[in-house]
């Protein structure tokens, strides 16, 4: 048997040899996918770890103990042989010790600590030396920042103290990238603190002192350290150990390092976890494209090996007749296709892993490398084996068909349920792909391969309507004499093997379709969430000392208000719980990037939120307030509750209140507050009547307001009787329970009364510098209607309420749930200090140096992101990564699938041309020999985009895009028609030249053979 075999192997050259090829394509796509979800997974972890904190990379073990002296290298000691002990193997390991304290030099002190931690001096840019270990009799050599240094008025060779100890300057340091994990973030290198114009230069006066080793100080208490070992997980650590193991080590390191007394902590786990959710959504999406390619290398090799075996019918049934057995024949076709399909194992898995590492090489985020394992090997050996199942399900018609048949040149319909069987299955898995996919829950089992489902069960049934049409339709136009599409309608209906290939080709052009058209959804719903997410193109993160700071700060950097604007963003802890964003409205429009998701302009919003003030702001100049005020009340009946005035100031420091020295007595009086926060200008806020026990009624009659110095001189009247007398200006803090009213002439004042009562707080007036409720916008989910009030949480946390001026259905930043308002009317009602993120939203014109501009306003830069590289970060994330593959499967399904029509038409093409060699002798025009290859690509072009709006409808729901699961803005509905013509068109142009060579290749062997 076996030389029966290799005679049929050599005699079938060109056919063993199509074999061999195709079962490469199947076992190389199956190989492929392992191996790219492994590139792409280290890739994936690689890429979260350049983006992790300091304390997500690393395990922090401290002794709990503080011991005398200095900090030093803790290598020799009890501490590091029980970390070395602890530590899995894999981790790096940076011993450390550390003493915190106070640092004096000659021009200032500071509060920081003394560090030692090995390996900062290769870190650094050093002004003189790195720190020596040094002998008895010798001052401790340190190493200090530039801010150090700056504060403390030193440089290298100088002398200061750490607490009680002497310590010589042996270098000044600036880190190289503080992005390092090896800082800590900001534990060894302190963010500035807000106020004076600051630097580019990284860091503050707080930065870690850093020593080395030191001889015994004479009084070892005057300073204690903690010995401490950060256990740093490595990218060799991720690609080499699992997850699993690598969480169940750290969870090991963290009880045995307790069990030893140290302390230990970590967030370790939380990059673990994205790890892994990042890992299996990429495994999950990159199933659909690695099935589509195994799918349709089955399907071109059953379409293949059909027509090829239809062609040796004649010579199957002769060896039947001549007492041939049955076991025989399949004998002869397993071992004949077995051969092609082994070898297709090593062949399809270096072939998979050279399409992986070239897809990994223009796809993914971070170096990775594709190797092989027992999983490509086992896949490529699935793929080959499928091919082989492939093979031998096409040949098993024509093996178990009676030997009349066999002897048919045209093979007889196949009726009954073999005729349906492959339908019904084809259509209940996709029945059962789509009911699991929309089921909810993250997409598993058949749901991931759904779309491919889909488009297989719909072109199977298309094919064999258009078998049915096509011959009726083929048979009345050969009744009216149109030979020519006539005759090739009616050859492609007679034949079945035309119904795999035309459900080969609908299912090639479909999945094409909807893979273009997920990945332009993806793509615009990525732009669209970063879009709204970020707010505006570009968005800085500062620390300003206040609000009114934060303003003013922006408003110098850009007085035009061409591309800076101040912004507050702010969560909320009540249980209103609706999210805040204040901004400079005046620059909204200009600033903010539009989108046509918030339902409405930035310009009318701005103008919603930003109405004119009732009253003007009360500006204040001077280091002492007074307030001449007149109470009337019972000071007997009172007895030991005390009635005392407060009131709060808003400068660039913040907000805050001062309570004068003296009780409010009977009587007119000018009681005196310190408010050194106004000497250089500030804002009256409100004044309040503190009196949390009223015995009788209450009234206060608020006369005059002046500033000055403490030396009495540049004395100011900011307000008299008359301005006070004003109602307009003012606003009871507490109108339900209070009353406000004035008196005019000589004696014109602003009198509050407050009823007898018990007051949990206390009753004023505040300034009406600012619309009380404030007017905002308001996102629809919320579902408060236009003109009502809603609650929330105001820029410095105070439960509050605002007035609907109008409804939007998402807003930048907020997305589809929070509240717009102006942020200077927000800071004007505010009474505490600031709550939330401070920001600078830039537009594309801001210039080059707008950091320098914002640092020079004293604002700290703390983190700088844009739309744009939000919009990269989406593109990083694995569930876009399975898209590219998808992508790069679908586009090698064109080749499949124009494969697949030049292997069915060289099997046939013998028996094909000597068909019309006999019509064109009976006078069969020369235009009707054209071979009819090109019906099914018609077809296919048709089905397939009827079949790709089928999938669009049933699957579009079930695609992950995001792999967090959210985004602030819905996804579109339909992809841009354009880009998917781009994709299609030339797509089914290629099958159309194909089937135009097939058919002149056919029509060129017909003119040889006929003469004609």
Wanted: proline share 5%; with cysteine; net charge positive.
């Amino acid at each position: 048997m076996l030389i029966v075999i290799w005679g049929a192997l050599a005699a079938r050259r060109a056919h063993a040899l199509a074999v061999l090829l195709l079962a490469v394509l199947a076992s190389a796509a199956a190989a492929a996918a392992p191996s790219y979800v492994a590139a792409a997974g280290q890739s994936l972890a690689r890429y979260e770890m350049s983006k992790a904190s300091p304390n997500e990379l690393r395990v922090r073990l401290a002794e709990v103990v503080e011991y005398p002296g200095m900090p030093g290298d803790p290598a020799r000691s009890v501490f590091a042989t029980r970390v070395r002990q602890l530590t899995p193997a894999g981790f790096d390991v940076v011993l450390g010790a550390q003493s915190g304290g106070v640092a004096a030099g000659q021009a200032g002190r500071v509060t920081s600590n003394l560090t030692f931690r090995a390996g900062v001096c290769e870190r650094v840019d050093l002004t003189g030396a790195c720190p020596r270990a040094t002998s008895k009799g010798q001052l401790p050599e340190v190493m200090v920042s530039t801010h150090t240094a700056a504060r403390l008025g030193v440089v290298v060779g100088d002398q200061f103290t750490f607490g009680a100890v002497p310590v010589r300057v042996a270098g000044i340091y600036q880190p190289r990238d503080v992005t390092d994990p090896f800082w800590l973030g900001a534990e060894l290198i302190r963010p500035p603190a807000a106020g004076p114009p600051g630097t580019s230069i990284a860091g503050s006066a707080e930065d870690a002192i850093f020593t080395a080793d030191a001889a015994p100080l004479a009084d070892e208490q005057a300073i204690l350290h903690v010995s401490t070992a950060d256990l740093y997980v490595t990218e060799h650590l991720l690609d080499s150990r699992s997850v699993q193991g690598l969480r169940d080590a750290v969870t090991v390191v963290q009880r045995d390092g307790s069990r030893e007394g140290f302390g230990a902590g970590t967030t370790l786990p939380s990059l673990l976890d994205r790890v892994t959710v990042q890992r299996r959504q990429l495994a999950d999406g990159v199933t659909l494209g690695a099935g589509l390619l195994v799918l349709l290398c089955w399907l071109v090799l059953f379409v293949a090996v059909s027509s090829a075996a239809d062609q040796r019918r004649p010579e199957q049934g002769l060896l039947l007749l001549r007492g041939v057995q049955r076991r025989r024949l399949w004998a002869l076709a397993i071992g004949e296709h077995a051969a092609p399909a082994l070898v297709a194992i090593p062949l399809g898995c270096l072939g998979g892993l050279a399409a992986a590492a070239l897809l990994a090489a223009h796809t993914l985020p971070a170096r990775a490398d594709v190797t092989m394992d027992a999983t490509v090997i086992g896949f490529a050996a699935i793929g080959a084996l499928g091919a082989l199942a492939a093979v031998l399900l096409a040949q098993a018609r024509m093996l178990s068909a009676p030997v009349v048949d066999l002897l048919r040149r045209v093979p007889a319909r196949v009726r009954g349920w073999r005729a349906t069987i492959g339908d019904v299955v084809a259509v209940s898995v996709a029945v059962a792909a789509v009911v699991q996919l929309r089921s909810g829950g993250s997409p598993s089992g058949l749901a991931l391969v759904a779309p491919v489902a889909v488009a297989l069960a719909a072109g199977v049934l298309l094919a064999r309507v258009t078998m049915i049409v096509g011959a009726a339709v083929g048979g009345a136009l050969l009744a009216r004499g149109r030979t020519a599409i006539g005759l090739a309608l009616v050859q492609v209906a007679r034949q079945p093997r035309f119904r795999p290939l035309i459900a080969l080709l609908t299912v090639v052009v479909a999945m094409l379709a909807f893979t273009v058209a997920t990945s332009e959804v993806a793509s615009a719903a990525y732009r669209d969430r970063a879009t709204v997410e970020v707010g505006a193109p570009r968005v800085v993160e500062v620390d300003a000392t206040s609000r009114s700071h934060l303003l003013a700060a922006v408003r110098a950097a850009d007085p035009e208000g061409r591309f800076a604007m101040a912004t507050v963003v702010t969560g909320s802890s009540s249980a209103a719980g609706t999210p805040l964003l204040a901004v400079d409205s005046d620059r909204l429009a200009t600033v903010a990037a539009p989108h046509s998701s918030y339902g409405v302009s930035l310009a009318d919003v701005a103008r919603e939120i930003r109405p004119a003030a009732p009253g003007v702001p009360v500006h204040l100049r001077g280091r002492l307030l007074t307030v001449a005020i007149s109470a009337n009340f019972d000071a007997a009946v009172f007895g030991g509750n005390r009635v005392r005035l407060a009131v709060t100031v808003s400068s660039a420091n913040g907000t805050r209140v001062v309570t004068s020295r003296d009780d409010i007595r009977p009587g007119r009086k000018g009681y005196v507050l310190q408010v050194p926060e106004c000497a250089q200008g500030c804002r009256l806020v409100k004044i309040d009547i503190v009196a949390p026990v009223v015995s009788r009624n209450l009234e206060v009659r608020f006369e005059e307001l002046r500033t000055g110095d403490e030396d009495g001189e540049r004395e100011t009247i900011v307000l008299t009787g008359a301005q006070f007398a004003d109602t307009t200006r003012w606003r009871l803090s507490d109108p339900d329970d209070t009353f406000l009213n004035a008196t005019s002439g000589i004696d014109a004042a602003l009198i509050l009364t407050v009823p007898e009562n018990r007051r949990a707080t206390p009753a004023g007036i505040a300034v009406a510098d600012a619309p009380f409720p404030l007017p905002v916008y308001l996102t629809r989910s919320t579902g408060t209607p236009l003109g009502r009030t809603h609650p929330y949480d105001g820029v410095d946390g105070t439960p509050t309420t605002a007035l609907v001026g109008g409804v939007a259905d998402r807003l930048p930043r907020l997305g589809g749930s929070g509240l717009i308002v102006d942020l200077e009317y927000a800071d004007r009602l505010a009474v505490a200090s600031q709550s939330g993120n401070e920001e600078v939203w830039l537009a594309r014109a801001a210039p080059a140096d707008v950091l320098d501009r914002l640092r020079a306003q004293g604002l700290v830069i703390k983190n700088d992101r844009t739309a744009i590289a939000l919009r990269q970060d989406l593109d990083r994330q694995a569930t876009a990564l399975a898209l590219r593959f998808n992508m790069f499967a679908a586009l090698a399904g064109v080749l499949i699938g124009a494969a697949g029509l030049i292997a069915m038409a060289a099997a046939e093409q013998r028996t094909r041309v000597a068909m019309l060699v006999a019509l064109r002798r009976q006078g069969l025009p020369p235009r009707a020999v054209r071979g009819g290859y090109g019906w099914p690509a018609a077809v296919a072009a048709v089905s397939g985009v009827l079949v790709t709006l089928v999938i669009w409808l049933l699957a579009r729901s079930g695609q992950r895009l995001f792999s967090d699961g959210r985004s602030p803005v819905s996804l579109p509905e339909w992809p841009d028609i354009g880009r998917l013509l781009l994709f299609v068109v030339p797509t089914v142009a290629l099958f159309a030249l194909t089937a135009v060579v097939l058919g002149r290749v056919i029509a060129a062997a017909v003119r040889r053979r006929s003469g004609r």
